[in-house]
């Protein structure tokens, strides 16, 4: 009897050996069976193939993965590498490079692979922080590229060429051109993407002639070379170019189809970029994350709510699981469109939260009237450890929120919090919150000192603080405050007809009838046109 009692869990370790990963409720049932039975520190290729599917699979689940990961020893070759691969496919790359120095750190070998994918995580830090504003020194990253550099030089894996593709890489998104191109030009092989890189590499620093003639040069085209092409036109705004280019391409892939419905939200033809996801739908190319993010940002800027649901719907059908990009795509669709409660639902059920995610909740609580929610959802954003540092968008819905509420001191607070803690300069949209906070509530002095002060923000932005001071002197009845906005506009861009409409007002009630009647003339004077009213009606 003990002998079989010893032999049945060897039985079932063995069918979870053999037996193919297709659900998370196996990874689960296989990690629980290895902690009941105390191997779970002895099964080195079983927490293998479990962290595999976790991190890999599209049914896996990159935070359990990351947890199972966090409980072993961390010093497997291949379970590490294994772990910046999934991090580098994420929207977390940063954790990726956080792997690898604790590989070097620890001393736990690195192969090829593993290069190959901490330089990969590198340009991806890179591409996120450009494309989030940040500046790169600020973590470090522009430094990492040239010390992996150096390690693969070392160790001879410098003739590898995913290794040699993915220096190209992580050089051309951190702007080093030249030292892409001596990678370029030393590899003894090169692939259609180490072209492809080289090419896309010139084309984002605006040097289209060496781009073209690459280009020119390159012995074998793909649709990646073309997708380039059609990419440099987005980028430009020229989306008729984009479109004569995306009409040529004999073959199109999900990448092409993006870009030209990326294209037509940059250039806000948002009804352009629905169209076009319909014709990708009926030409069957499937829609990937990159697709949805552009589509579901279309959504929210013209409150096509149905669209953006159906998209969730078919998500949770798939049981696909919602994070990063995607996750603060549709909180931000569904904020914007008022469905908070959507909203809340994806941003609960989200594990790993971007920046980003973060703002379009604060956001969509403070635009709404949801006050002490957004207040709340900032103190729980500070709480999370090493994950997301609030920056001015965040600060941006904070001040919202303390507007709309009538938290005076404490907008004062958060305004002067964000440039002593954070170190982020004001721009004119945090002057903005303030002086409708200052203005909204009595404030109107304090208002006018702080437009006064304003020396960072260009005149014709400074002229909507005016116009904003200007609207509460309506509502507070302070006329010699409003002829002081009204002169001050005067003097940065030629006036408006809802300028004058608007101190016209100001004088009426306070029955200035000299003074309604002086601004009429002067209006005829200089020949100000009166913009129409008119109704915007969507049939259905």
């Known amino acids: 009897m003990l002998s079989m009692n010893r032999t049945i869990p060897h039985m079932l370790l063995r069918r979870h050996h053999l037996q193919p990963l ?75 490079i956080h792997v690898y120095n604790h590989m070097i750190i620890t001393g736990v070998g690195c192969d090829h692979f593993t290069y190959n994918f901490a330089l990969k995580a590198c340009a991806r830090v890179i591409k996120g922080m450009r494309r989030d504003d940040v500046e790169v020194f600020e973590l470090g990253i522009d430094c990492k590229g040239g010390e992996i550099h150096g390690r693969v030089l070392k160790l001879g894996f410098d003739s590898d060429l ?23 030009d030393e590899m003894s092989e ?64 999900a990448v092409s189809w993006n870009s030209m419905i990326a294209g037509y939200v940059q250039v806000r033809d948002y009804g352009g970029a629905l169209e076009l996801f319909r014709e990708m739908q009926a030409a069957e190319v499937e829609a990937n994350e990159v697709t949805l993010i552009s589509v579901l940002g279309a959504c929210a800027e013209t409150g096509e709510l149905e669209i953006g649901r ?23 669709m569904y904020s914007k469109c008022g469905k908070l409660s959507s909203a809340w639902e994806v941003f609960s059920g989200m594990k790993m939260r971007l920046v980003g995610c973060w703002n379009a909740m604060i956001m ?18 500070e709480m999370q450890v090493c994950e ?11 001040l919202i929120a303390c507007s709309h509420k009538g938290l005076v001191e404490e907008g004062r607070q958060y305004f002067s919090y964000m440039i002593q803690k954070y170190k982020i300069v004001p721009d004119i949209k945090h002057y903005g919150c303030m002086v409708d906070l200052l203005s909204r509530w009595g404030l109107l002095d304090e208002a006018y000192q702080m437009i006064k002060a304003v020396k960072a923000v260009p005149s014709m932005a400074n002229s909507l603080l005016w116009r904003t ?36 007002n100001i004088y009426a009630e306070a029955e200035k009838w000299d003074g309604v009647q002086r601004l009429r003339n002067e209006m005829v004077c200089k020949g100000v046109p009166k913009s129409l009213g008119f109704s915007h009606v969507e049939m259905k």
């Open 469 to 504: 001071l200007l609207g509460a002197c309506k509502v507070h009845g302070n006329v010699e405050l409003a002829e002081q906005c009204f002169e001050q506009l005067a003097k940065m861009e030629p006036l408006k007809d809802a300028d004058y409409v608007l101190l016209s």
């Open 388 to 398: 997301v540092k609030p920056n001015r968008i965040t600060f941006v819905g904070v």
């Open 162 to 184: 995913y290794v040699q593709n993915s220096l190209l890489f992580v050089y051309a998104q951190g702007g080093s051109v030249g030292l892409a191109r001596k990678v370029f």
């Open 190 to 253: 090169r692939s259609v993407s180490s072209w492809n890189i080289m090419i896309s590499a010139y084309d984002h620093i605006g040097d289209f002639e060496s781009a073209d003639w690459l280009l020119r040069l390159m012995p074998e085209k793909n649709v990646v070379s073309w997708n380039t092409l059609l990419g440099r036109h987005v980028r430009l705004g020229d989306i008729e170019a984009a479109k004569m280019v995306f009409g040529e391409m004999v073959e199109r892939d």
């Open 22 to 96: 297709t659900s998370m409720k196996q990874v689960e049932s296989a990690q629980a069976f290895l902690t009941k039975t105390g191997l779970f520190f002895t099964q080195q290729p079983l927490l293998a193939k479990l962290i595999a599917f976790a991190s890999l699979s599209p049914l896996g689940c990159l935070s359990h993965a990351q947890s199972l990961f966090e409980e072993t020893a961390m010093d497997d070759p291949y379970i590490c590498s294994t772990m910046i691969r999934a991090y580098t496919n994420s929207d977390f790359p940063i954790r990726g």
């Open 310 to 332: 159906k998209i969730h719907e078919s998500l949770k059908g798939k049981q696909n699981r919602i994070g990063g990009y995607l996750g603060t795509a549709l909180v931000d």
């Open 364 to 381: 969509g609580f403070a635009v709404h009237g949801h006050c002490e929610e957004a207040l709340k959802l900032f103190a729980d954003m």
